[in-house]
């Protein structure tokens, strides 16, 4: 049987990145054979020092956005990271089996040194924390966008310099991209990653008058519509790639590329935009307002999927300390 897992950390609300590279794929695959196991990477978020109250509730609403987009727990083992401690003992055993080298080839680390962002040790080895996250759980294949691939390839290598001195005690894990090539790097309102931490996103179930102004934001020329351009250089052609069916989105394609009177403006294809937006999500926004109004279940769904995926990393941590000598 195959073995998925997947995390997603709470560090603010899910944004369209996280949905067409991670969330989409992870409630798809979850209604498929296999075991599954998603978490809300709580342990990770820390990297970023949120305040405690904010990161409570970016767990929940994590949690509730896993639910309402149709992530179905009885099928799938749906809990917080903190839940299981025991990822961070094999994150002991796994730091001391990795070069440091590795950890500095990390291009997740050095874009956000690149940015600006102040890092901490935590930032710096927070690969290995995922590798004992992904390994923990023998997962088979992890399904993730395209920034986090060379972290599953981490893992791998982890797992092999611990079984070559130790002997087989890890699984390797094989990272999955979303089936759609466009959906593994969504871009932001500024044409970079779409990233929580870039201040260019936007929240999954945004609405109103918010989204409005959140695609109005996204960066457009000034060229006017009856200027015939190449449709590969405009942002707001890869959002709506994101939502509007094939067809449709090649014939504002041809409309764009072929200019003169019949162009749309970059205001119509906005229009749109919102407007198939607000279609496609709200189904899963009335559900979200259904799972906030019972915070008892919530809590109910978590420690269920929690108690499941303790069980199964304890074996894996006892496995590890047996193998290297520390029972
Ligand atoms: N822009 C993106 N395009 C495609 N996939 C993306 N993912 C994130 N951004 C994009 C995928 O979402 C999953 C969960 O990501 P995460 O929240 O664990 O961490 P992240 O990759 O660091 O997401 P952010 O928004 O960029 O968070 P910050 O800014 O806090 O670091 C992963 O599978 C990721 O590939």
Request: glycine letters at 8%; charged letters at 25%.
């Amino acid at each position: 049987m195959v073995t998925y897992l997947s995390g997603i950390q709470p560090s603010g609300r899910q944004h369209y990145g996280n949905y067409f590279g991670a969330l989409r794929q992870h409630v798809e695959l979850s209604h498929q054979e296999g075991e599954h196991f998603y978490f809300i990477a709580d342990y990770h978020a820390l990297t970023s020092s949120p305040q405690p109250d904010e990161l409570r509730e970016w767990v929940r609403e994590t949690a509730v956005t896993y639910l309402a987009l149709g992530l179905d727990p009885e099928h799938a083992v749906l809990f917080r990271h903190s839940a299981v401690p025991e990822v961070t003992e094999l994150t002991w055993l796994l730091s001391c089996v990795t070069g440091m080298g590795l950890l500095e080839r990390a291009h997740s680390y050095k874009d956000k040194l690149q940015k600006g962002l102040k890092p901490n040790v935590g930032l710096f080895v927070y690969p290995i924390l995922m590798a004992a996250d992904i390994l923990a759980y023998d997962a088979d294949v992890v399904p993730v966008g395209k920034d986090q691939v060379q972290h599953v390839e981490m893992a791998q290598d982890m797992a092999g310099h611990f079984n070559n001195l130790y002997g087989e005690v890890f699984h390797r894990p094989e990272p999955r991209l979303p089936e759609n090539e466009s959906h593994a790097r969504i871009p932001g309102l500024d044409g970079e990653k779409m990233s929580k931490s870039y201040g260019n996103h936007v929240w999954v179930f945004e609405s109103g008058k918010p989204l409005v102004k959140a695609v109005n934001r996204i960066v457009t020329d000034s060229r006017p519509p009856e200027d015939s351009k190449d449709p590969d250089g405009i942002l707001l052609l890869d959002f709506l790639r994101l939502f509007v069916p094939p067809a449709e989105f090649d014939d504002w394609c041809e409309r764009v590329r072929a200019g003169g009177e019949g162009a749309p403006g970059y205001g119509h294809m906005k229009k749109r935009l919102v407007e198939v937006i607000e279609d496609t999500f709200a189904p899963a926004r009335a559900r979200r307002e259904e799972l906030l109004a019972d915070p008892a279940e919530l809590d109910r769904i978590l420690e269920r999927g929690a108690e499941k995926a303790r069980a199964r990393a304890t074996a894996t941590r006892d496995r590890a300390l047996s193998a290297c000598g520390l029972r």
